[in-house]
């Protein structure tokens, strides 16, 4: 578990994302990362529960990033997938409000 700086989640951020799936091995791999994170991760917020989260393709294609609902709404944790190294990159809980 690597909870990302906000500059090691900048790093992995480009312009233009775009909206994809996860395919089911990297899929595997966050949903034991998300059910492993500890509650103090999440800062107090209560996750949502378990739907389809919204994935995010960076340009170059090495990173796409997972937004896992919380019940508040503008609260999000979000996960980076390498998708190059077929890791888990690490977290960080956003406040996209």
């Not at 233009?16 to 917020?45: K, N, T």
Request: charge should be negative; aromatic fraction near 6%.
């Amino acid at each position: 578990m690597r909870t990302l700086t906000e500059g090691e989640l900048q790093a992995t951020v480009s312009a233009g994302p775009r909206p994809c799936g996860v395919a089911d091995e990297m899929w595997q791999l966050l949903e034991a990362y998300a059910d492993a994170l500890p509650d103090e991760q999440w800062q107090g917020h209560r996750p949502a529960p378990r739907g389809t989260p919204t994935a995010w393709a960076m340009r170059g294609g090495r990173w796409v990033h997972v937004l896992l609902a919380t019940l508040e709404r503008r609260v999000a944790m979000v996960v980076v997938l390498d998708v190059k190294d077929r890791v888990v990159h690490g977290h960080r809980l956003l406040d996209l409000g």
